[in-house]
């Protein structure tokens, strides 16, 4: 639990002695180089000043990092496909990981002379891609609510999903014979089962395929609530309603300083998201652009 104030490259050097390979997770949230005045950061530099201060920081960062250690970044469109770039020649390309687009404004800007600029992104890089492992997110009611149990079954609640495919399976291609009575020749047109006859049979006996109300209908998988992950994959784009957006991250700010605001504040939502998926108890979290202190 170290807090440094000071040059944050300085901070950067100074910590490698002790903490270079150890680092879980680094998030930074680095001035966009939009031009605006900001009190803490310089950030209206020429383009290619700030490329090289971020190359600056980008190398002992990576230094820091934990072979199985990530990287998450968030910028704007002013400099997001630069910093990319800069990002694969430091990092290495094969480690890229994602960009995921946060939501950070949930009505449009009134004021804005072309498009209303409602997202950032995050990029996110892996130390060594091969050893970096994503922790699943926490499952949701409303990702649980789609789980039904319409025929009673003792296994409890489940949903269904599609058991054919565009992609070609050469054992894909038979027809069903439904409860009711009904011949299927196959899936629609186009498609193919996903599994061989052999398991379908297998499936089917043990009473994972639901063929509708009636019995008659296309057959689909059941899947289990009781067999599922216990969390839920995550994906690329964030939206305000999960990790929240900039007016809720000033109201935090608001909460404990009212009278010096940090002006681009991060939401507690949106760095708690970036912690679940990149770290596990125990491991260190650096931030080397500590703005309002939101990741401490």
């Not at 490698?16 to 950030?43: L, R, W």
């Not at 020649?89 to 480690?95: F, K, M, P, Y």
């Not at 089962?193 to 395929?209: G, H, M, P, V």
């Not at 009278?259 to 912690?275: S, W, Y």
């Amino acid at each position: 639990n170290q807090l440094i104030f000071g040059d944050n490259l300085l901070a950067l050097k100074a910590l490698e002695a002790e903490f270079a390979g150890k680092v879980k997770c680094v998030f930074i949230d680095p001035p966009y180089n939009t031009g605006s005045a900001f009190t803490h950061y310089d950030d209206g530099v020429e383009h290619s000043i700030w490329l090289s201060l971020m190359r600056d920081r980008l190398e002992i960062l990576r230094n820091l990092l934990a072979e199985e250690g990530s990287l998450w970044i968030t910028i704007d469109d002013n400099e997001a496909h630069y910093l990319k770039v800069l990002c694969d020649e430091v990092l290495g390309r094969a480690n890229f990981i994602a960009n995921v687009i946060w939501q950070k404004r949930f009505s449009p800007n009134s004021t804005a002379i072309h498009l209303s600029d409602s997202h950032d992104h995050i990029l996110v890089y892996a130390k060594a891609k091969a050893m970096w492992k994503r922790n699943l997110l926490p499952r949701t009611e409303k990702a649980d609510s789609t789980y039904k149990n319409p025929d009673n079954d003792s296994r409890g609640l489940w949903t269904s999903s599609d058991l054919s495919a565009r992609n070609y399976y050469s054992l894909g291609q038979y027809p069903v014979t439904a409860p009711s009575g009904k011949e299927i020749q196959g899936p629609p047109p186009g498609r193919y089962w996903t599994i061989s006859k052999e398991k379908f049979l297998e499936l089917d006996a043990d009473k994972r395929i639901w063929w509708g109300a009636k019995g008659d209908n296309q057959p689909r998988l059941k899947r289990f609530l009781s067999e599922v992950r216990e969390g839920v994959v995550p994906q690329t784009v964030w939206g305000h309603g999960e990790v929240g957006h900039t007016q809720e991250a000033k109201k935090e700010t608001l909460a404990f300083n009212s009278e010096d605001v940090f002006t681009t504040p991060k939401p507690e939502r949106l760095m708690k998201r970036i912690i679940e998926i990149a770290t596990n108890p125990g491991d260190l979290v650096l931030d080397s652009f500590a703005g309002s202190g939101t990741t401490g």
